[in-house]
């Protein structure tokens, strides 16, 4: 499969990276500077491009068969979520190719609250995150809404770490999961696996859907 990966050097998408190429997937790895090349794998193709501008998504797209957004605004310009997400819907809806984006946990559902999701609730969300929280919260209302682009939304858990690979993990939909102490938390390693079966199975077009162990 040929992917694009835009964030690639980030948290998310290094790791998204060295997934697919361990599967034999060929990734055209994205970053903004030339300076971060690299930090990139040598088996990756490496293209300089801007999540935001259009044109750079169609010209990115251009022959691949999915475009992987794992980008994440550096903090006090949250609300460019919401931007860079208009740009890819908009993008591959004329390019016509798969896209799956790292989202937040901010729109899932808490379990044990009625009516109350993860951005509203003090036990996930502390007020350092809450603008990130409420940006992801808009970035999947823009989701939801589009009917023009084949998209796939993965909410991590709330908790997103370094750790291991284990591929071993649960998987949800629109609500938070949590373990038998109340945890919600998967490694960033777990959460390339997840979303790189994704990308192989397909088994959730324009939905979303979430993990943790």
Known sequence: MRMTVLGAAGSAGSRIVSEALSRGHQVTAVVRSEATFAQLPNEAIKRLGDASRIEDVIALSKGQDLVISATRPPQGQEQQLVSISQSLLAGLAQSNVRLIAVGGAGSLSVADKNDT???????????????????????????????????????????????????????????LLVDQEGQSRISVEDLAVALIDEAEQNNYPQQRFTLAY
């Open 117 to 175: 999701l993860v951005v509203d609730d003090p036990r996930y969300v502390s007020p350092e995150w809450r603008d990130i929280a409420v940006a992801c919260v808009d970035q999947y209302n823009l989701y939801k809404a589009n009917t023009q682009t084949n998209w796939t939304y993965l909410s991590p858990p709330a908790m997103l770490l370094p750790g291991e690979r284990t591929a071993k993990f649960r998987l949800g939909k629109d609500e």
